[in-house]
């Protein structure tokens, strides 16, 4: 994330009537009618890659810098339409680096990590290609390094990793959990692999990992993912009645 790519952005929209004022936005068409952000991405973040003026890897920019100015998960949306459309697919370097900065960026990444989840990781089309993007393919750079920017872009995508796929996940969740300052996102990601409806563990191995991470003593939930597991649940759907189990034994 850029303040160039948002310039760039505010920029676009302004050639297009489209301008900011105070916390919302304004059209040349209807000066008197105030827009929300959404409004705004849903009317223009898909006419970005209509843009005849940029190459795609431009493109690319200019959709990631509408993200950064409206927070609109809908410019996600768009991204991921174009990458689909059969005149895509987008240049890889332009679409996953995009992510990868926001994603390490101090700023709230909820929207990126939204968009991960639902459409990218629960996607068995699109999941490994993602995952790997966004963190598997260097969680070894990432856990020698350990610098905050790689800490958080892992933190961030540990955290929603619960629909990816065990086979796609388990080597960057056996890297991560050497570094001690991932454990409770790596936690979440466990938990979320559980109960999410794409997800399923491996119990054993899920078990052979929380059980070595060190999580704060108040974190909720870490005894029932161990009853079950130890129990060779893979996943809440298996049988919900497990589970409920679990919370009762800990009531």
Known sequence: MTTQAMDDARRWLGERGVRQVGDGWVSAEAPDQPLTAAQVAHSWAGEVFAADDLDAAGQVRLAFGLLDLLDEYWVTCEIRFAHQDPAGPLPVDALWDGYRRRLEAERDAETLTYSLWVDWFEDRATVETAFGEVLGNDIDR????????????????????????????????????????????????LLAGYHDVYGALEPAAALALLERMRLPADTPHVEELRLVLAAGQANHRQDPGVWDSAVRARS
Do not use: I, M
Not at 154 to 160: G, H, I, K, P, S
Not at 164 to 177: F, I, L, M, Q, S
């Open 142 to 189: 990432v856990v020698a390094e350990g610098s905050d920017a790689l800490v958080r872009r892992a933190r961030r995508v540990l955290a929603c990793s619960g629909p990816v796929p065990w086979p796609v996940k388990e080597n960057a969740y056996d890297t991560a959990v050497r570094l001690p300052v991932l454990h409770p996102a790596l936690f979440k990601g």
